[in-house]
């Protein structure tokens, strides 16, 4: 049995420091509204961005699904980031 793609419910970009992604406000008034568990999202992203220097703030692309899942595509920090 073939396997279904799953159904994109929003794409939402996001700037997020590396290692320091908390449930609070800046990220909850972005995920809330889908119905996403905004501690897993911290998790996942603090996980994938823990080689990074701290606090750099971190471009994300994050497709999030109809089934509450979701997906994280992280971009290369802004050079601005760095002066």
Do not use: H
Request: aromatic share 10%; net charge positive; hydrophobic share 45%.
């Amino acid at each position: 049995m073939a396997q279904r793609a799953k159904k994109l419910k929003r794409l939402v970009k996001l700037l997020v420091p590396a290692g320091a992604a908390k449930p609070g406000p800046a990220i909850g008034q972005s995920l809330g509204p889908l119905g996403l568990n905004m501690a897993e999202f911290c998790k996942t992203f603090n996980a994938k961005t823990s080689s990074y220097e701290q606090n750099v703030p971190i471009p994300v692309v994050l497709f999030a699904y109809e089934d509450r899942s979701f997906e994280l595509w992280l971009k290369s920090p802004r050079f601005a980031s760095f002066s």
